[in-house]
C-alpha cells in the first residue's frame, strides 16, 4: 500500500488592489497519473476547491488534517479518531491589557472572564499581559495565575513624563513568566491632558514627546541586555512619522537585530515592507483596526502568514454588537478576514498565527 499525499499549496496573486487565491498542484508521487482518481477526490483538493466556493461560515468546519491511503483501485479515508471530540481551535493573543480587562469586567479571575465571554469552538492557547502602567505592575501577581498567560512590563508612551523607576521595571522583567520589555515606543497624537491646562498645548506635547524619546534610548538597551521581546507601540495622524523616527533609533542603537512585535500595526503596505527588510524578527500584530483601514487587504496580503500576530489590545478596542466589552475572543473577524484574503482556512491562520507568536516569544 502506497500513500499518496499530493501537497496543494494557496499562493497570492494581487490583482487590482485585491488578493485572489492561485491553486499550484504538486505531486508528490510520480507514479500516478495526472488524472488519476486518487488524485482528483483526494481530500486536500477537495478541501481547498470548497475553501473557495462555499460561504465564509462553512469554510471553517472544513476537516484539514486527514489523510487518503490508496490501495490498487479503492481509496480508504483514514480520519484521526478524536476529530470530532476536539472543543475547539487553539489560538493565541500576542496583546492584551489584563489588569484593565478585569476591571472594566468586575471580574477578578482569568477562568471566570473565560467562561464569560469565551467560545466553545475555540480555545485560549497562549496570552501576553502588557502591564504598561506602573501603577498595576503589581497586580500581575493576583490576576496572572493562569498557566496559560505570559507577561511583559513597560510604560505606556502616554506616561513616560511622569517619574517611574526603571530600577523596579528591571526587576518586573527577572520574574518568571516575563517574555517581553513593553509596550513602550512613540504616540505622536498626545494632546494635553494636564489639569489645570497648560498655558500652551504646543509647549506641553513637545515637552511630552522628548519624554518618550529619552525613555526609548533608556529602556531599549535593558531589551538587549535581557534578550527580551520588545513590544512597539507607534502611532501618529497617518503619517507615519512615529513609525519612521522609530526605526532610525533601533538602527542608531545598532538594535535591529532585536526581537519586535510590532503591536497593533496600521501602517500601509509600504511600511511594513520598509520594516521587515530593516528588521529581520519583527513580526505585526493585527487588530480590528486594521481591517477598518481603506488599504487593509493591500496590507494583508503584503505581509507574510510568517509575520503576522493576532493581537486583541483588549479591552480597548470597539467590541462587536454581540459583546459589551472587547475580549481575546473577539479575535475572530480578524482571523477569517486573513484566512479570506490569503486563500487559506482559519484553521491554517490560528495555527500559524499561535506559532509565530510562541516563536517570537520563545515560549
Not at 484521526?80 to 479571575?109: E, K
Request: glycine share 4%; hydrophobic share 40%; proline share 6%.
Amino acid at each position: 500500500m502506497s500513500r499518496i499525499q499530493p501537497r496543494l499549496h494557496p499562493t497570492s496573486l494581487t490583482v487590482r488592489g485585491s488578493c485572489l487565491p492561485c491553486l499550484r498542484i504538486v505531486m508528490v508521487s510520480p507514479n500516478l497519473p495526472p488524472m488519476s482518481v486518487a488524485l482528483l477526490v483526494h481530500w486536500r483538493i477537495i478541501s481547498n476547491l470548497l475553501q473557495l466556493f462555499l460561504p465564509a461560515g462553512q469554510r471553517d468546519v472544513i476537516p484539514t488534517m486527514q489523510e487518503l491511503t490508496y490501495s490498487g483501485d479503492s481509496i480508504t479515508p483514514v480520519i484521526p479518531s478524536d476529530i470530532f471530540s476536539q472543543v475547539g481551535l487553539r489560538f493565541g493573543d500576542s496583546h492584551l491589557h489584563l489588569d484593565i480587562l478585569l476591571s472594566r469586567t468586575s471580574i477578578n479571575d482569568f477562568d471566570v472572564l473565560e467562561a464569560t465571554y469565551g467560545e466553545r469552538e475555540f480555545q485560549l492557547d497562549v496570552a501576553i499581559a502588557n502591564y504598561v502602567f506602573p501603577d498595576h505592575w503589581e497586580c500581575f501577581r493576583e490576576q496572572a495565575n493562569d498557566p496559560r498567560i505570559y507577561l511583559t512590563f513597560g510604560i505606556h508612551p502616554h506616561v513616560t513624563s511622569m517619574e517611574y523607576s526603571t530600577v523596579r521595571l528591571h526587576e518586573l522583567l527577572r520574574e518568571p513568566g516575563c517574555v517581553g520589555l513593553g509596550e513602550v515606543g512613540l504616540d505622536f497624537t498626545y494632546s494635553c491632558r494636564c489639569n489645570p491646562r497648560c498655558r500652551s498645548s504646543k509647549a506641553c506635547k513637545r515637552e511630552k514627546l522628548a519624554h518618550q524619546r529619552a525613555f526609548l534610548r533608556k529602556v531599549l538597551p535593558i531589551a538587549k541586555e535581557m534578550d527580551l521581546t520588545l513590544v512597539v507601540h507607534c502611532r501618529d495622524p497617518n503619517t507615519g512619522c512615529a513609525a519612521k523616527e522609530f526605526l532610525s533609533i533601533l538602527e542608531d542603537l545598532h538594535f535591529t537585530d532585536l526581537r519586535i512585535h510590532r503591536h497593533c500595526f496600521t501602517g500601509n503596505a509600504v511600511e511594513a515592507m520598509t520594516w521587515m527588510h530593516r528588521l529581520p524578527n519583527v513580526k505585526f500584530g493585527f487588530t480590528s483596526n486594521l481591517l477598518r483601514l481603506s488599504g487593509a487587504a493591500d496590507v494583508i496580503c503584503a505581509i507574510p502568514m510568517s509575520n503576522v500576530l493576532l493581537d486583541s489590545d483588549a479591552p480597548y478596542l470597539t467590541p462587536t454588537s454581540r459583546m459589551n466589552i472587547y475580549t481575546p475572543w473577539a479575535l475572530f473577524p480578524v482571523a477569517r478576514r486573513i484566512a479570506e484574503l490569503k486563500g487559506v482556512a482559519l484553521s491554517d491562520v490560528l495555527a500559524q498565527t499561535l506559532h509565530n507568536l510562541k516563536c517570537l516569544y520563545r515560549i
